[in-house]
Structure formats: structure tokens, C-alpha cells
């Protein structure tokens, strides 16, 4: 089957660092994507990766590791805005992604 | 209009009507895709289309159809709308369905409540 798990809750303090893991197992692969939501809004696009190692965009990056059907977001710099949800979501043989529920991610300051 | 838009915004229903949910892209994007979100669950894809004029049919389509007679509109039917249809509905697009890079793009979303 397939399957995304990643951890229901974070809690992390304003101008710290913090890493959101995702496992995924998809049938076939063909890259894994992030997306943050923020309560009663649509998803919007973070960042993908469909080739082993880190991809840095600002004070976000994300790692892959295939072998291992692993990948986390790093968020360094935290503010108060990016309190959200973090949706981790693997994308199979057919195109199609394949969600996680998401990561509540709470900022204190 | 930039990017995608849904209609309505929320909706209560009495169960047994029958409800459509308007997704209207005005980015000329190829695929366009239904979800359903619910709480503690990941996003659900309900029904796609990867190209005007065809559509299939994803995880969670019981219950639900779909139309495609041109690139930018995909509504989404409900026909005899149940309790168990409550949900945040997100209509979404993208460039390209069989890329790998495949960045899809959300609509803000219809919350449904069925009654």
C-alpha cells in the first residue's frame, strides 16, 4: 500500500530552528513535494525533490533520501507566520501525490 | 480572475440534494484535480483530469462526479449529497499531469456541511 507518515504536532520557539520529518512509501516515485497550509486556507507550494540530497530556498530547505523513503523540512529563522500545517506528499508511478495529514507546526515566541 | 476560484465558499445541505461545486483556472493548465480534506486525515483525491474531455476516477470517488468539456472549468458533483460528504472540498491544477514537476495549485477551498 501507500502510505506518508509524518508527525501529528511540533511545537518550536521563535527564531529557533526546526526539522519536520516525512516517510513515505508510494507505489514507483517520482519525486517528493511540501506544501504549508495555513489554518482555513489552501495548501500552497513549498518545495520538491525527486533526486537524493538537500534543496535550499531561503530559510527553507528539504532533503531526500530515496533509499531510505525519507525526507524532512528544515525551517531555520522561525517567525510567528510560519505557524501552519506542513503537508508532506510522495508522488507514485501514476503522477498522483499521496498525502500525509499534515504537521501542525506551533511557534512560540 | 488569478489562479483558481471555487463556488461557494461554504454551503450547508440537507441530505439527499443534490450540490455542485464550480472550480473555474484561468491559468490554461492542463490537469485539474478534486480533494476532500478532513480532519487528521491527508488530503483525499476524489476524481482528475488530465486533459479537457477525459477525466478518472482517484481514491475516494464514490458518491462524487465530474465534467470537463473545456481547459479552465471542473465542477464536481454531488448527486444525492450524505452526512459523510462534510468536508472541506480543495479543487486544484496543474501544468502538466504527467510531468514529474508537478506543482498543483489550489483553489481556497468549499466547506460543505451535510445535514
Known amino acids: 500500500g501507500q502510505n506518508i507518515d509524518q508527525p501529528t504536532e511540533m511545537t518550536a520557539t521563535e527564531g529557533a530552528i526546526v526539522q519536520i520529518n516525512c516517510t513515505y512509501q508510494?507505489?514507483?516515485?517520482?519525486?517528493l513535494f511540501w506544501y504549508q497550509q495555513h489554518a482555513g486556507e489552501a495548501p500552497t507550494f513549498l518545495s520538491y525533490n525527486v533526486l537524493d540530497g538537500l534543496e535550499e530556498k531561503g530559510r527553507f530547505s528539504s532533503f531526500l533520501s530515496r533509499s531510505k523513503g525519507y525526507s524532512y523540512l528544515l525551517l531555520k529563522e522561525l517567525q510567528m507566520k510560519d505557524s501552519a500545517s506542513y503537508l508532506c506528499a510522495g508522488m507514485d508511478s501514476n503522477y498522483q501525490l499521496i498525502w500525509g495529514a499534515g504537521t501542525k507546526l506551533i511557534i512560540k515566541p | 480572475i488569478a489562479g483558481i476560484t471555487q463556488a461557494p465558499t461554504s454551503q450547508i445541505l440537507a441530505a439527499g440534494r443534490r450540490m455542485t461545486l464550480r472550480c473555474t483556472q484561468d491559468m490554461r493548465h492542463n490537469a485539474m484535480y478534486w480533494y476532500r480534506q478532513d480532519l487528521g486525515l491527508g488530503l483525499r483525491l476524489i476524481h482528475y483530469s488530465n486533459t479537457a474531455g477525459t477525466t478518472g476516477k482517484g481514491e475516494v470517488p464514490d458518491g462524487y462526479s465530474v465534467s470537463r468539456a473545456n481547459t479552465d472549468d471542473f465542477p464536481l458533483t454531488l448527486a444525492s449529497a450524505v452526512p459523510s460528504q462534510t468536508s472541506v472540498y480543495f479543487c486544484?491544477?496543474?501544468?502538466?499531469?504527467?510531468?514529474?514537476?508537478?506543482?498543483?495549485?489550489f483553489g481556497p477551498g468549499t466547506r460543505l456541511t451535510v445535514l
Open positions: 486544484a491544477s496543474s501544468d502538466d499531469a504527467g510531468g514529474s514537476y508537478n506543482e498543483q495549485f
Open positions: 508510494t507505489s514507483g516515485f517520482n519525486g
